[in-house]
Every structure is written in C-alpha cells, then in structure tokens.
C-alpha cells in the first residue's frame, strides 16, 4: 500500500484547516490541541462555506491563541499541524492523499498493522452537550471529549504501518495515524476494543 503525505510551509492552522476540510472533509474530525498553558480537544464543525474550526462541548469555537501543535484526525485523514516562526508547517497524512493543490507530495511505501489502541488517563463521567462527556482524573484538570459516555474509559484508536530499510532490508514503524476515540471494555469482559 501507499502511505502519502502531502505537506505545506508557512500555513497558519486556520488555513490548514480550511484547505484540508476543503479536499478531504474534515467535518466531525477530532482536533487535539496543545498549548503551552493548556491542553484542548475538539471537534471540527463547519461554520459556512469553506470554513471550519475546532469547536467545544457548547459549541463554541476554540480559542486557538498560543496553540503550537495541533493533530486533526478522521479514520481515513490526520492533520498535523506545528507552529513555526513562519506561519506553520501542515502535514496531511493517508493511504489515498487529497490532491492539496501547492502543497509537495512524498508518497512512502508500508505496510499496514492491525489498529493500535492508547488507553487515555482518566473516567469518563456524565455529558456536557450532545455527544460530549467529561473525562476526569486526579492528575489533571477535567477535558470535555468528543463522544457520548458509555463505558468508563476511552482509548484512542491509531493504525501503524511498517516499511523496510531498501539498504539494509530491516523492516521498522515507520509512520503511526490517529483515527478516532472509542469506547474501551469494561474490566473483565475481554478484549472487545
């Protein structure tokens, strides 16, 4: 298979976003965004033709003041977006690319594993809006999370994809792709993640 990046410098975050949602949709994509002072998670919603932007719980945009890094994730697209001196540097990566018009495209041969699942730190308790809960825990501040509670806790669900070495011939993880938050078992009832 064919793992693509598609990457552009000089692109602030709103404008990476708009041209990503703009080839490949990313309406209702998750939006992890880190701060210096603060760690936010959203989902991508429209807001009028061509516009889109991580928005909370309420509805409410974010406030992308001071934001350096930011990952933008669908099951079939992840935005990566990091702040630099100028402007920004955007990465789309996925097995079919979007065609992002001005933006270089490197395609890498890999293979892909079965998904991968991170147990995310924290319960999930009660909603806060629709298909919102609260994720809780004792070592950091309360963080509103984009899907409707269930079960206790989340997992964040990503794919890796392995490449081999064409001078050496050593296969190795060579790229890992966020694809959705999801519900994790219940203790004792098996692995059904």
């Not at 309406?27 to 991580?54: F, M, S, T």
């Amino acid at each position: 298979m064919t793992l693509v990046y598609e990457s552009r410098s000089g692109l602030g975050l709103e404008a990476a976003l708009a041209e990503v949602h703009a080839a490949a949709g990313l309406g209702g994509a998750v939006a992890l965004l880190a701060a210096a002072d603060r760690y936010l998670v959203g989902r991508v919603e429209e807001r009028g033709p061509g516009a889109v932007v991580p928005a909370g719980a309420r509805g409410r945009d974010l406030d992308l003041e001071g934001v350096f890094d930011a990952r933008v994730f669908t099951p079939g697209h992840e935005l990566r977006w990091t702040w630099t001196e100028a402007g920004g540097r955007a990465l789309l990566l996925s097995e079919s690319g979007a065609g992002l018009p001005g933006w270089e495209r490197v395609e890498l041969e890999a293979e892909a594993l079965g998904p991968t699942t991170y147990l995310l730190l924290g319960e999930l308790e009660g909603p806060v809006g629709a298909g919102w809960s609260r994720l809780t825990s004792g070592r950091t501040r309360v963080i509103e999370v984009p899907i409707a509670a269930t079960t206790r806790r989340l997992l964040l669900r990503a794919l890796e994809y392995v490449a081999v070495d064409p001078e050496h011939g050593n296969a190795y993880v060579c790229e890992e792709r966020l694809l959705e938050l999801a519900f994790a078992p219940e203790p004792g009832r098996g692995d059904e993640a």
